[in-house]
């Protein structure tokens, strides 16, 4: 199972990014796959989860609600976190992962992670 992160960079506060998690060896049906970040001096948390390529109802947390879009490609085997109206509070390295548990939701039920990749907003 590989996963690989990219799309991160510099932008302003009210701006935008994309990143992208290809994803490889795995039965997307079968696992939760997500978004998580860990700013400089806090803890690993969770952004964005999906229980599977179908779910309907994603999970956010309370911070990127509103702002954060997760998607899935299905033909090309990545998932995107679209990323709007940037603060620089989203500051941090951003991880794809994917748990066998597919309603896991907390980063250490998370089995397989992706490199990460930094992003920074400024102000």
């Known amino acids: 199972v590989q996963l690989q992160a990219s799309g991160g960079g510099l932008a302003q506060a009210e701006g935008s990014l994309r990143l992208s998690c290809e994803i490889s060896?795995?039965?997307?049906?079968?696992?939760?796959i997500g978004w998580f970040r860990r700013a400089p001096g806090n803890q690993r948390e969770a952004v964005s989860c999906l229980r599977g390529r179908d779910d309907l109802n994603p999970y956010y947390s309370a911070p990127v609600k509103g702002r954060f879009t997760v998607s899935i490609d299905n033909a090309k085997n990545t998932m995107y976190l679209q990323m709007n109206s940037l603060k620089p509070e989203d500051t941090a390295v951003y991880y794809c992962?994917?748990?066998?548990?597919?309603?896991?939701?907390?980063?250490?039920?998370?089995?397989?992670w992706g490199q990460g990749t930094q992003v920074t907003v400024s102000s």
């Open positions: 992962a994917a748990s066998r548990t597919v309603t896991a939701r907390r980063p250490d039920e998370f089995n397989y």
């Open positions: 060896d795995l039965d997307l049906d079968r696992y939760a």
